[in-house]
């Protein structure tokens, strides 16, 4: 069993900054990638960023230059930092891992999510 959670969001107003973070917890031998994805009310859930474990990155076009991910493989956490903050990056953000358990299963797996809101 693998529970992933995340903490951070919270409402900001446009031009503000957030810093999201994840940390994963159970059966973990290992993690390959983690990432971060959000989903608005109405739409698909779509990729904010990846990092591997070798630390190589990805970013939606959308966020390049404004948000930053990083990883703590000793604490198996991931985080988001978030900087000018747009409107439209208000969305429900959700943590993600691809990760081996001790018993050799691999798997993604999804935590709950956390609530980003940016409005004046």
């Known amino acids: 069993q693998v529970q992933l959670v995340e903490s951070g969001g919270g409402l900001v107003q446009p031009g503000g900054s957030l810093r999201l973070s994840c940390a994963a917890s159970g059966s973990i031998f290992s993690i390959y990638t983690m990432g971060w994805y959000r989903q608005a009310p109405g739409k698909q859930r779509d990729l904010v960023a990846t990092i591997t474990s070798a630390a190589g990155t990805n970013y939606a076009d959308s966020v390049k230059g404004r948000f930053t991910i990083s990883r703590d493989n000793a604490k198996n956490t991931v985080h988001l930092q978030m900087n000018s903050l747009k409107p439209e990056d208000t969305a429900v953000y959700y943590c993600?891992?691809?990760?081996?358990?001790?018993?050799?299963?691999?798997?993604?797996?999804w935590g709950q999510g956390t609530q980003v809101i940016v409005s004046s």
């Open positions: 993600n891992a691809h990760i081996l358990q001790f018993n050799f299963r691999s798997d993604n797996y």
